[in-house]
């Protein structure tokens, strides 16, 4: 079968490997000049089931281009109802674990090193929040998730460079999952998928998509690629545009902020800096250690300007955080500052397999969570094109809720 990908992110990335492993004639057309140049290019790195939720870390109402929208804003503060919540927060672990499943089973099978380190720790700084990760805590067994609630001192032996002078009443220690470097990772899988035979265009804009026996592809400069199948793994802005006729893609933009900076080595001593992950759900922020590199993510916000840079109030909470748990880690002279969008649905899952037009299938709307979620919804979207019947508790995944 032809199939186009339109996009090359980590999830366009995943999505034509898993494609051209099974036999597929793939072509990816992304319209930067790399793969995983745009949402993928800096994010947390974070690869844990249990914290992959709708809406994760994320206020509905914060970012002023809500206003500008107020019937997605509408949907998604229903959304985040108990009610609503629960079986699409089931449905989103539930793939997250099958993704971490296939990272790892493509992370053995083709040695693939992305400055991947184990484990992730939830710092619990009070009581109070201690208390607020008991249901989640009593969801986990369900997943598969093994997990350990610790102490303050078994957290610092976790992690040993952790400041003592932060509070902290415990942790959540989750030692299967892992930190990343998602980009790293989508540039070696890139690599296998070219040896099935998948081809990657760059700088390759799409203007249209027309549905069809085949489907077209309108490139930039006027000519049809036709396809069997095109799956659509695009950011909220190409989607909005290429969507075709009856097919409704309600994807905003969620914005998220990082700080990247060397590991600060002084001479004869460890560096002060994280082993792995951590995550502090009262700042809304991750620490990740990427090899010799410490990231600091956060400040997520729904709408506004691809043009706007980091704005310093985020900017200055994401420094304190860091210097709150870990201070001296990171040469920050040389910090890089990213400020990226990733498309995101009202109800905050991604729509994953056959859009109801002929020929068009979707990969898209993963939110922050894209990289958490790529192996799998790709495996999700290979196994439909080849007919095979999915699990039915991701059956909230299908584009069909968006008719």
Known sequence: MRVAVIGAGIVGVTTAFELSAEGHEVV??????????????????????????????????????????????????????????????????????????????????????????????????????????????????????????????????????????????????????????????????????????????????????????????????????????????????????????????????????SVTAPVNHVDGQLPQAPRAAVVDPARRATISRLGQRVRVSGGQAVGGDSATAPDLATLRHLYRTLDEWFPGSAVMRDAVHWRGARPMLPDGLPAVGASGLPGVWLNLGHGGQGWALACGSAQLVAEALAGRAADPALALLSPARLR
């Open 28 to 257: 990816v057309l992304e319209r930067r000049g790399s793969v995983a140049a745009e949402a993928s290019f800096a994010q947390a790195g974070i690869v844990a089931p249990a914290l992959a939720e709708p809406w994760a870390g994320l206020s509905p109402w914060r970012g002023a281009g809500l206003l500008r929208q107020p019937l997605w804003a509408w949907q998604a503060l229903q959304a985040r109802r108990a009610r609503h919540l629960a079986p699409r927060r089931q449905a989103m672990q539930r793939l997250a674990v099958l993704s971490r499943e296939r990272l790892l089973a493509l992370t053995r099978a083709h040695d693939i090193d992305f400055e991947q380190a184990d484990g992730v720790l939830v710092l619990l700084r009070h009581e109070r929040q201690l208390k607020a990760q008991r249901a989640m805590l009593a969801r986990l067994p369900d997943l598969g998730v093994a997990f350990e609630l610790v102490d303050a001192a078994r957290a610092r032996e976790i992690e040993p460079a952790l400041h003592a002078a932060t509070p902290l009443r415990a942790a959540i220690h989750l030692p299967q999952d892992a930190v990343g470097n998602g980009r790293q990772f989508a540039h070696r899988l890139k690599a296998e998928a070219v040896r099935r035979g998948a081809r990657f265009r760059f700088d390759c804009p799409v203007q249209a998509l027309r549905p069809g026996t085949p489907a077209q592809v309108v490139l930039g400069d006027g000519s049809v690629l036709e396809a069997d199948a095109v799956v659509l793994c695009t950011g909220a802005e190409p989607a909005a545009r290429l969507a075709p006729g009856g097919l409704k893609l309600p994807l905003r933009p969620v914005w998220g902020v």
